[in-house]
């Protein structure tokens, strides 16, 4: 069971550059989400998804857009990189087991390391 | 709005020592809170969760943490270290959003373990 996926593990972008961070999960899991992590910051969300063909924003979305067209995929893409964006990202995911959705644990990716130069 | 700090951005302990990291949650309404671990190079773990029922939870690798209301604090605590604990943790509270879930992070605590 490979659980969540995430590629590339490294990239170098040039300011200005546009790319996609492909996240994948096979654990049939409803929530997926984006952090980046910097340091002494922990990690903080970037965008949402609850499901298929929904999203929403975090606390940090500027400067990037998500799509959800199935379960299993979350990219996100980076429109125009800027070296403010230089991080690491993580992509996680989720399910409910109860009705409160509060109570279920995240399974996180190995994380993309993103500099912008 | 729902908040946790971590106190101590680095602790060091030598192996065989106890392990004490500290975690304060603001919240308004019962906390959902979670201790993951982050070794290097790699994603983030859980190791322990509380939801609701006993407040001493226990969590893989001997490590273990109590819930106290009225100190707003969920410590994170191992009786004897090894070198294999060093890494970073955080802890996290879970909050409803939109539709879903989402956790609010710690700052994020690094464990350093001397031989």
């Known amino acids: 069971n490979a659980g969540v996926t995430q590629t590339p593990k490294f990239q170098v972008l040039k300011t200005g550059q546009s790319m996609t961070l492909q996240c994948a999960q096979d654990?049939?899991?409803?929530?997926m989400s984006w952090y980046r992590q910097d340091p002494g910051m922990g990690l903080r969300l970037i965008h949402y998804?609850?499901?298929?063909?929904?999203?929403d924003q975090g606390e940090v979305p500027n400067g990037y857009n998500v799509s959800r067209s199935t379960t299993e995929d979350f990219p996100l893409r980076l429109l125009s990189a800027a070296p403010s964006q230089t991080s690491v990202y993580f992509c996680?995911?989720?399910?409910?087991?109860?009705?409160?959705?509060?109570?279920?644990?995240?399974?996180f990716g190995q994380g993309t390391r993103l500099t912008v130069v | 709005a729902q908040s946790v700090t971590q106190l101590g951005s680095h602790v060091s302990v030598s192996e065989g020592a106890l392990v004490l990291l500290r975690c304060n949650y603001s919240?308004?309404?019962?906390?959902?809170l979670f201790w993951y671990v982050q070794y290097p190079n790699q994603g983030l773990q859980l190791l322990l969760k509380?939801?609701?029922?006993?407040?001493l939870v226990k969590g893989i690798n001997g490590f273990e943490a109590e819930f106290k209301k009225s100190e707003t604090s969920f410590h994170l605590t191992k009786p004897s270290a090894h070198m294999s604990d060093a890494a970073e943790y955080f802890c996290?509270?879970?909050?409803?959003?939109?539709?879903?879930?989402?956790?609010?992070f710690g700052q994020g605590t690094e464990l350093s373990v001397k031989p």
């Open positions: 509380y939801t609701t029922g006993a407040t």
């Open positions: 998804s609850v499901g298929a063909g929904i999203t």
């Open positions: 654990m049939n899991h409803e929530y």
């Open positions: 996290a509270v879970s909050v409803i959003y939109n539709q879903g879930g989402k956790l609010i």
């Open positions: 996680a995911s989720s399910y409910s087991e109860t009705q409160d959705p509060r109570a279920t644990e995240a399974f």
């Open positions: 919240s308004s309404v019962p906390p959902y």
